[in-house]
């Protein structure tokens, strides 16, 4: 068995053993399964041996096995093979077709495992009932810290049965890094996430991006109060979620009451949000100023932010620089396009002096007026904040809040000319059509003398 010629302290001498006892127990319990021996899997083990965390990659779309997909049969000889020892931080099975046989191994696994801290079973066969069965272990469980479970099918069959990763994240107190995205979570298991969150204390990944409904009031109500008293969440990806403006208002108003919130990463991108309701750009707004606020990374893709919430946006912008230079801003807004919407620009031109339809210098900066846009905005740690006027946030509550009257206005004003522009322009047809018919007559007219 070759390894890496490198590895000659006794850390490494270790884990090439481990890797090497690792190999002979997975060749042997397959052997007792009568089945082969998965190649890739004893090519992966190998190569690990010189990683300072090695990592078991069975990656479903790596080029050994795009072709012949991990199953469930394959499943139970390696974990059996784990369970007798193993030196990796972590294991990727994601991108399989693994289904119950895998869940029950993997669940007998993590019961006994006390050395892997990372887990990958995305875009698997896996169900409720699965997921159920591998939750039984993960109870037990205290070293893994991160589980992706995103693009399974976790809906349940009946909507009275209580969610099982719910129910495992109030016992289990060592997962930091739960990824649920594209699982068909059902409303009544958001508002069980939302619920267990309230007192979970290690949680601080959190990803429900694109559940099987739209977030609607119950269940954004529920996240909306999670965040009020959570204190260990920092990043937490609500994309694809189907809320609007009333939602993210209502997450904004609980997390400007939130009295120790650590959250720093807000990922709402292909929602649809506008940033047109007054009572949520004013709740935003107060949130972003506040020196509560912890926020440094706010995502916003493919929203509906066009020409009027975009000045919005910028107004805030404008409003949380306070007095910051354009080279050092407290919110940047980047946009991967090139083309400049006319009111984009001229109400963006105003604030970082650019020329219109050109990026700055840095190239950090880009807006496209096309309807579902990727606005990326980023925020600096609250200690950085810098005073207006050589006053602090609260001296200037009054100022924001005009700014944000403004702002609103003006976007009412910018919809208002987009009204009366379509008015003339269907009056100038209706006219044209009116001309058109009159020529009609004219010739009948003629034809006929």
């Known amino acids: ?47 690990s041996a010189g990683q300072a965390e090695p990592m078991l990659r069975c990656n479903g779309n790596s080029p050994a096995l795009r072709d012949s997909r991990m ?27 693994l289904g119950p046989g895998a869940a029950a191994a993997l669940s007998d696994l993590l019961r006994s495992d006390s050395y892997m801290a990372h887990l990958d079973l995305s875009m698997n066969d896996l169900t409720e009932p699965d997921v159920a069965a591998l939750c039984v272990g993960l109870k037990a469980n205290s070293t893994l810290r991160e589980l992706r479970l995103s693009g399974n099918k976790l809906r349940p069959a009946d909507d009275a049965v209580p969610s099982s990763i719910a129910e495992a994240l109030q016992a289990n107190e060592g ?100 940033l047109l309701d007054k009572a949520c750009v004013e709740s935003f707004a107060k949130w972003l100023t506040s020196r509560k606020c912890r926020l440094q990374t706010l995502l916003l893709g493919a929203n509906q932010l066009r020409d009027e919430g975009t000045l919005v946006l910028a107004d805030m912008r404008l409003d949380l620089m306070g007095g910051a230079t354009k080279a050092d801003p407290y919110l940047r807004v980047m946009q991967d396009g090139v083309e400049l919407g006319h009111h984009e620009a001229q109400a963006l031109n105003n604030y970082f002096s650019l020329p219109l339809g050109e990026p700055n210098k840095t190239g950090s900066f880009f807006v496209k007026s096309e309807p579902k846009q990727n606005y990326e905005c980023y925020l600096p740690p ?21 700014n944000i009257q403004d702002a609103h206005s003006r976007a009412q004003n910018i919809q208002n000319t987009h009204s009366r522009a379509q008015n003339i322009q269907n009056a100038h047809s209706r006219a044209q059509n009116t001309q058109n018919t009159h020529n009609s007559v004219m010739f009948v007219t003629s034809a006929s003398h």
């Open 382 to 402: 609250p200690q950085n904040q810098k005073l207006e006027n050589g006053h602090g946030p609260a001296q200037n509550s009054h100022s924001r809040a005009q």
């Open 175 to 274: 997962l930091t890094a739960v990824h649920l995205s594209n699982c068909e979570l059902s409303t009544r298991t958001m508002v069980a996430l939302a619920t267990v969150l309230r007192e979970n204390k290690s949680i601080a990944t959190l990803d429900i991006s694109r559940p099987l409904m739209p977030m609607h009031e119950n269940a954004t109500a529920h996240f909306s109060r999670m965040l009020n008293v959570n204190t260990t969440l920092t990043d937490l990806d609500l994309s694809k979620c189907g809320f609007r403006d009333e939602g993210l208002h209502l997450l904004a108003t609980e997390l400007l009451h939130a009295d120790a919130s650590g959250l720093n990463t807000l990922r709402a991108c292909g929602n649809q949000i506008r």
């Open 71 to 97: 199953l469930d049969v394959d499943a139970a000889p390696l974990a059996k093979a784990l369970s007798q020892g193993h030196p990796f931080a972590g294991l990727d099975l994601s991108y399989n077709s």
């Open 1 to 47: 068995m070759l390894f890496r010629s490198f590895l000659v302290g006794r850390e490494g001498r270790g884990t090439m053993s481990a890797v090497s006892n690792f190999v002979d127990a997975y060749i042997a319990a397959c052997e007792s399964a009568l089945i082969r021996p998965r190649a890739s899997v004893k090519l992966e083990a190998e190569d």
